[in-house]
């Protein structure tokens, strides 16, 4: 659901091309959660490509991208990215986003972390991945789930640099009116 809401919110930016990787897993994942399939989540996307394609554009540094989300990542896939095991182009595109300096951002959902797993998201801080696991926040009193994954996809949209206008944002007790 993640990625398929910041794939929609994406969209209304004209500027934006989105380029899609959706592993077999995530199919399923995408079905069992959705009901949708591939297809439908393709047409979001401006490029798709198969996951067993590492010779797509993506998976070279020559190739201008200014950032990549991973949406959701699973631990499996985040422990490949921090290995450097570029053994599909998910991987390997994720491996070229870091090498050239790119914003990298993983939207770990998995839970709960054992040390392996907070080791390894450390390490990849430390490359420059940005850990940016949904975890919904209720200052905003969110009435559906949508609008919970549409607060952590809010604050990837942030990251990226492309805020969206409707987003709702911290307004506390310290917040003037």
Sequence with gaps: MYGIRLME??????????????????EKTLFYETGRLAAD???LADCSYSNDDVGARLASGSFPTDAMVVAACSIHTMSAIAAGISSNLLIRAADVTLKERR??????????????????????????????????????????????????????LDLLGLADP???????PSAKS
Excluded: C
Aim: glycine residues 6%; hydrophobic residues 45%.
């Design 166 to 172: 409707d987003t709702k944002r911290w307004g506390g």
């Design 41 to 43: 989540v393709k047409k």
């Design 103 to 156: 914003k990298l951002i993983l939207m770990v959902r998995e839970s709960p972390f054992h040390l392996g797993h907070l080791r390894t998201m450390a390490s990849l801080a430390e490359m420059g991945a940005i850990i940016a696991p949904p975890i919904p926040a209720f200052y905003n009193q969110p009435q559906t789930v949508a609008e919970i994954v549409d607060h952590s996809v809010d604050r990837v």
């Design 9 to 26: 919110k994406l969209r209304r930016n004209s500027s934006v091309e989105i380029h899609l990787i959706l592993t077999r897993a995530g």
